[in-house]
């Protein structure tokens, strides 16, 4: 019999256009088509093996996990220089020993927060058209562009014109972002939705 070679894990890293957070790329899925965004040890700790093992670095202020990368955001008092290599190491055994990235239920828990949230937004008739097309253009134009920069968008409510997103990954606080959302979302949601007046974003 052929003895199973495992196939290496590779791993690059990628700049986001937040200076403090940096893109670890795999060649392996963990966490196909969804997004798990971690701004504290606390709830990694609850929900994520990876994530735990990663806030254990005294320089690791959030871990953002999509499709086949990791966002990591740094603690701003630290170089990129100094503590890429240890992370991509980090990273590439523990992907190869195969362990959990998330803990089963997560998605679960997510979805009962989203709808928990969402269910707080009444909309009249009006109101739910105008939010439909807001969700469908977000993710069929604004999400996979932010999705390369190693982030996500997610809709959160409308309200007399004001359109709020959470913003995820290295999106949350970067100072470019601010620039995408007002110039590239805000002017597309605009012409597409004449309803709508601003964007304004949140921290996931």
Same mark, same amino acid.
């Given at each position: 019999m052929e003895p199973i070679t495992k196939?290496? +894990?590779?791993?690059?890293?990628?700049?986001?256009?937040?200076? /403090?957070?940096? #893109? @670890?790329? $795999?060649? +392996?899925?963990? *966490?196909?088509?969804?997004?798990?965004? @971690?701004? &504290?040890? /606390?709830?990694? #700790? &609850?929900? $994520?093996?990876? !994530?735990? %093992?990663l806030f254990s670095f005294p320089f690791v202020k959030g871990v953002y996990i999509a499709n086949n990368y990791v966002t990591i955001t740094k603690e701003f008092n630290y170089n990129w220089e100094d503590i890429r290599l240890d992370l991509k190491q980090f990273i590439k055994e523990y992907l190869e020993a195969k362990k959990p990235i998330l803990n089963d239920g997560f998605e679960e828990?997510?979805?009962?927060? /989203?709808? %928990?949230? !969402?269910?707080? *937004? %009444?909309? $009249? &008739? &009006?109101?739910? %058209?105008? +939010?439909?097309?807001i969700k469908e253009l977000i993710d069929t134009y604004v999400r996979p562009a932010v999705e390369m920069d190693g982030g996500n968008i997610e809709f959160k409510s409308y309200d007399k014109g004001v359109v709020t997103v959470i913003m995820q990954g290295s999106c949350s606080g970067c100072p470019s972002s601010t620039v995408t959302l007002k110039s590239g979302i805000e002017s597309m949601l605009k012409r597409m939705v004449p309803q709508v007046t601003e964007v304004v974003s949140e921290a996931g």
């Amino acid at each position: 019999m052929e003895p199973i070679t495992k196939s290496p +894990v590779m791993l690059y890293t990628e700049q986001t256009p937040n200076p /403090e957070s940096l #893109k @670890f790329v $795999s060649n +392996v899925m963990l *966490y196909p088509q969804k997004t798990a965004d @971690f701004r &504290e040890a /606390e709830m990694a #700790k &609850e929900w $994520s093996p990876l !994530g735990t %093992e990663l806030f254990s670095f005294p320089f690791v202020k959030g871990v953002y996990i999509a499709n086949n990368y990791v966002t990591i955001t740094k603690e701003f008092n630290y170089n990129w220089e100094d503590i890429r290599l240890d992370l991509k190491q980090f990273i590439k055994e523990y992907l190869e020993a195969k362990k959990p990235i998330l803990n089963d239920g997560f998605e679960e828990a997510m979805a009962a927060i /989203e709808a %928990e949230r !969402g269910a707080s *937004y %009444e909309y $009249s &008739e &009006e109101d739910a %058209e105008i +939010v439909k097309q807001i969700k469908e253009l977000i993710d069929t134009y604004v999400r996979p562009a932010v999705e390369m920069d190693g982030g996500n968008i997610e809709f959160k409510s409308y309200d007399k014109g004001v359109v709020t997103v959470i913003m995820q990954g290295s999106c949350s606080g970067c100072p470019s972002s601010t620039v995408t959302l007002k110039s590239g979302i805000e002017s597309m949601l605009k012409r597409m939705v004449p309803q709508v007046t601003e964007v304004v974003s949140e921290a996931g």
